[in-house]
């Protein structure tokens, strides 16, 4: 399969997904978001013999900063609804996924980045590394599970801060709160994430796969706040809010919210 917006890579047993969208901080756009759906839904699981999977994003700056903003213009709280859902389904996929996969945080994790960031099982931050949910500036909440993902690594209060301020923190504060594995020299990232995953590929394979699924479980009574999260990242979608916060953060200017 050819893939446009992920550089996908084997190196030692390992498959290396590189977000392939410099000039646009690697935001996960519609046609990215459908080629992790594809890699993860259909080709890796194909790939039993690989030991597991790091992603991380395209040049010096970001991992990923966040779903594409400049698609928001023309959604409705019809279509935000929809693609909240399928982006919850993508990133389950990876959470789910039967080998282990690591974020390799090279820079900027906002938004839907610091979701695809949770949705892995570890997380190994440059530290350059900034993690954010900055969508309330937007006018919105998270719409890829950061609402109930943030929550389960930082604890609520925390989380609750950070979603209701948009504030970022750097890799620092992320590894005290249990965000970050470890906090690595900038560059260092990938090759501290290839050797963990070599020394997880020294276990049990059916060992990792289970313990994968045991502690996915803890979770899953959370599921009613992940359909909470489509359906208000639907209605907010459809909000003029929402219009103004991307039309300010395309015109580079302060948004002027009237709450409707
Ligand atoms: N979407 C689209 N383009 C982006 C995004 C983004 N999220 N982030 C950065 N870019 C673009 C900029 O527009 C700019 O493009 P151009 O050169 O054409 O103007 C380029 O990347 C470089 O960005 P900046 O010039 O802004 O770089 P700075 O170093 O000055 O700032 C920041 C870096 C702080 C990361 C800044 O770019 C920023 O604040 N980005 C937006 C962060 C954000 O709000 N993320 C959350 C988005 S909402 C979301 O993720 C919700 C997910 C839920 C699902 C959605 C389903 C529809």
Redesign the pocket.
Known sequence: MHYKNLLISEEDGILIVTLNRE???N?LNTPTMLELKLFFEADAPKRTGIKGIIITGAGE??FA????????EG?DDNL?AK??KR?HDIFFSIERFAKPVIAAVNG?A???GC?LAMSCHLRIASEKARFGQ??A??G?L???GGSQRLIQFIGKGKAMELLLTGDMIGAEEAQNLGLANHVVPHGEEVAIAKEIIQKIATKGPLAITKTIEAVNAYFQFDEDGFAKEVQE?GYL?GTEDVKEGAAA?VGKRRAEFKGE
């Open positions: 000039k646009a901080l935001a700056k970001a900063a966040g779903a594409d903003i400049k698609e928001f959604l935000g693609m909240a982006g900027f906002l938004g839907a979701e900055p969508e500036t937007l919105l998270p719409g890829y990242f979608m953060f």
